[in-house]
C-alpha cells in the first residue's frame, strides 16, 4: 500500500521515508518505527519525537494520538537514548 494511504503519513514523510529506501506499508511494518527513525537519522535527515509517533501509529494503522500510554513511553525512552 502506498505511504500516505496510512494514518500519520502524509507527502513529506512519504518524501523522507522514500529517500530512506521504504517505499510502501508493508516495508515500513516490516522495519517498524524505531528502525525507519534510525535509517532516517542515519542519512542525516531530521528526526522528531513526533514523526517517530507518527510512524508508529502508520504501522499500527492509527492515529498517532491513539497509542497506548505505554507504548509512547517506549518511543520516548528510544527516542531520547539516540546520540545527538
Excluded at 505505554?70 to 537514548?81: M, N, T
Amino acid at each position: 500500500m502506498e505511504l500516505t494511504k496510512l494514518p500519520n503519513i502524509g507527502p513529506e514523510l512519504a518524501r523522507l521515508l522514500d529517500q530512506v529506501e521504504i517505499h510502501d506499508s508493508e516495508e515500513l511494518k516490516e522495519l517498524g518505527a524505531e528502525m525507519a527513525c534510525l535509517r532516517m537519522k542515519a542519512q542525516g535527515l531530521d528526526v522528531c519525537f513526533h514523526k517517530l509517533t507518527a510512524l508508529e501509529g502508520a504501522v499500527q494503522g492509527v492515529k498517532k494520538s491513539q497509542l497506548a500510554p505505554e507504548r509512547k513511553a517506549e518511543l520516548r525512552a528510544f527516542f531520547d537514548g539516540l546520540p545527538k
